[in-house]
Each structure stands twice: as structure tokens, then as C-alpha cells.
């Protein structure tokens, strides 16, 4: 094995980590806008279509 292919391995390694990680934060984000609104439906219902 040479040198070359150990850096190309660990850059490899650290591509896996940063994609694991950023997709994670951008599932932790899209819960969070499903929470907030999903918490917030009541208030959203009543502006959006008011009662007659």
C-alpha cells in the first residue's frame, strides 16, 4: 500500500463523516419545521381560514 492510497482512504473517511453529518443536521432541520408547525396548526387554521 502506498502512501497515496492511505491519504485517498482517509479523504474518503472524511467525505463519509462531513456527508453523515450534514445530512443528519438537514433531517434534524425538516423535523423541527414539521414540529413547529404541526404545533402551531391551530393558530395557522384560524388565520388562513377564518369561520364564517
Given at each position: 500500500m502506498t502512501?497515496?492510497?492511505?491519504?485517498?482512504?482517509n479523504?474518503?473517511?472524511?467525505?463519509?463523516?462531513?456527508?453523515?453529518?450534514g445530512?443528519s443536521?438537514?433531517?434534524?432541520?425538516e423535523?423541527?419545521d414539521?414540529?413547529?408547525?404541526?404545533?402551531?396548526?391551530?393558530?395557522?387554521?384560524?388565520?388562513?381560514?377564518?369561520?364564517?
Amino acid at each position: 500500500m502506498t502512501d497515496e492510497t492511505v491519504v485517498h482512504s482517509n479523504l474518503d473517511t472524511k467525505t463519509r463523516v462531513k456527508s453523515i453529518l450534514g445530512g443528519s443536521a438537514g433531517n434534524l432541520v425538516e423535523w423541527y419545521d414539521w414540529y413547529v408547525y404541526a404545533a402551531f396548526t391551530l393558530y395557522f387554521a384560524h388565520a388562513f381560514f377564518p369561520r364564517r
